[in-house]
């Protein structure tokens, strides 16, 4: 990962807003929710660096529960999986997870090939039910964009000269900003929170929500 700048919140909410209008009219619009993740994460780190990610930095992003648009199977568990792993569970499930998924699938091959936008990260899990049973709760923490991360690489178009641009949200400390900028570390990265877990039916008990291009939002109760 490398380290571009420092950016303010107020640059990071206007990237968001430009690219995930909350009036855009398709499939399961909740952009809403996805901002208050955004803005959870300001709340509880405080601070925003605009990055530069390969194809192995994205793999191991972090990402959290996931219904998979309402369908009969959970993508992502309560403890969450890696990007890496939650590709693999697309391509064992095969064609069956568009038959009982159709939305998330067909979110998945529209952003097949839509074009390289950012994503919006944390390096520490922020408040909330889709957050609460991640079982790693520090290094690249997704809050937008996970359709398209899985999207690219089922795709193939993560090569090792991709850069992704990243908003990511960390808490301000000298030491870790000073090994943040020199190596690109965040430390937790590339642990695996959930490898060779099956795709499962979901919890329709909960209701669900759907960020334009990836968050799945979970109501309380």
């Known amino acids: ?42 709340l509880s780190l405080g601070a925003w660096r605009r990055v530069l990610l390969d194809r192995d930095d994205l793999l191991r992003v972090v990402l959290p529960w996931h219904l998979g648009e309402g369908g009969e199977r959970e993508l992502i568990p309560k403890s969450g999986l890696t990007v890496a792993d939650a590709v693999a569970r697309l391509e064992a499930a095969g064609g069956a997870y568009a038959r009982t998924n159709p939305v998330c699938a067909r979110k998945l091959d529209r952003l097949a090939a839509a074009p390289f936008t950012p994503l919006f990260l944390s390096t520490r899990a922020v408040p909330g039910v889709d957050y609460a049973g991640l079982v790693v709760r520090e290094g690249l923490i997704h809050l937008d964009g996970l359709h398209r ?23 301000e400390d000298l030491a870790y900003e000073e090994d943040l900028a020199s190596t690109g570390h965040v430390p937790g990265a590339g642990r695996d929170p959930g490898a060779g877990q099956d ?23």
């Open 199 to 221: 795709l499962t039916a979901a919890d329709v008990r909960h209701g669900t929500g759907h960020d334009g291009d990836g968050l799945d939002v979970h109501a309380h109760g």
């Open 149 to 171: 991360a899985l999207a690219w690489e089922r795709a193939g178009r993560l090569t090792a000269g991709t850069r992704i641009e990243a908003f990511l949200a960390y808490e």
């Open 1 to 42: 990962m490398k380290v571009v700048a420092a950016v303010p919140f107020s640059s990071v909410l206007d990237t968001f807003a430009r690219a995930h209008p909350l009036d855009r009219a398709h499939e399961a619009n909740t952009n809403d929710e996805a901002e208050e993740h955004i803005r959870n994460a300001e």
